[in-house]
């Protein structure tokens, strides 16, 4: 199993341009979850779903999409990059809900100038 | 609402001695509680996880977690620290899926 990984591991974007981080999962859990993590605050929710077609918003969820077509992918759409969005994003998925633990992808490290 | 407080930035401890990274939590209803480690440019790795039934919970790498009801509390406790324990991050969690995350605890090990 290749487990949790996301694409791409660094990126680069100008004010107001758009782009979409890829996670996909191959352990067919039910739960996938968005976070990003910057200097001394830890993770912060951002979008989770509980399965294909059911997503809902966690605690920072302005300035991002999700969708949940599949149970594999999950992925996150920033529609206009501030630089205020300049962090690091990973990707989680876990089975059931609050009782398993969650498995992290790589993380992807975006800088918004 | 569900929070997780890490009241420690940096932990330092000597090799052998024993270490705790303590974590508070507030959450209604039963807590699932979890502990993560970071490693530099890398994902959260799964520690241990307490769910219900002993107090004392046994993870990887030798650590242990005490969940403490009454104080609210889930302190990360090795007994004997190595080097290799060392600069990482290592995170409280509450709930899965729906996660809050304590702001993580620095861990230095000294020879």
């Known amino acids: 199993n290749a487990g949790v990984t996301q694409t791409p591991k660094f990126q680069v974007l100008k004010t107001g341009q758009s782009m979409t981080l890829q996670c996909a999962q191959d352990m067919n859990h039910e739960y996938m979850s968005w976070y990003r993590q910057d200097p001394g605050m830890g993770l912060r929710l951002i979008h989770y779903s509980v399965g294909a077609g059911i997503t809902d918003q966690g605690e920072v969820p302005n300035g991002y999409n999700v969708s949940r077509s599949t149970t594999e992918d999950f992925p996150l759409r920033l529609l206009s990059a501030a630089p205020s969005q300049t962090s690091v994003y990973f990707c989680?998925?876990?089975?059931?809900?609050?009782?398993?633990?969650?498995?992290f992808g790589p993380g992807t490290r975006l800088t918004v100038l | 609402a569900q929070s997780v407080a890490q009241p420690e930035d940096q932990v330092n401890v000597a090799e052998g001695n024993p270490l705790t990274v303590k974590c508070t939590y507030s959450v209604s209803g039963n807590p699932y509680l979890f502990w993560y480690v970071q490693y530099p440019n890398r994902g959260l790795q799964f520690l241990l996880k307490y769910i219900t039934g002993d107090n004392l919970v046994k993870g990887s790498y030798g650590f242990e977690a005490e969940f403490n009801k009454s104080q609210t509390s889930f302190h990360l406790k090795k007994p004997s620290a190595l080097v290799s324990d060392s600069a990482v991050l290592y995170f409280c969690a509450v709930g899965a899926g729906k996660s809050t995350f304590g702001d993580g605890t620095t861990l230095t090990v000294k020879p």
């Open positions: 989680a998925s876990n089975g059931l809900a609050g009782a398993d633990e969650q498995f």
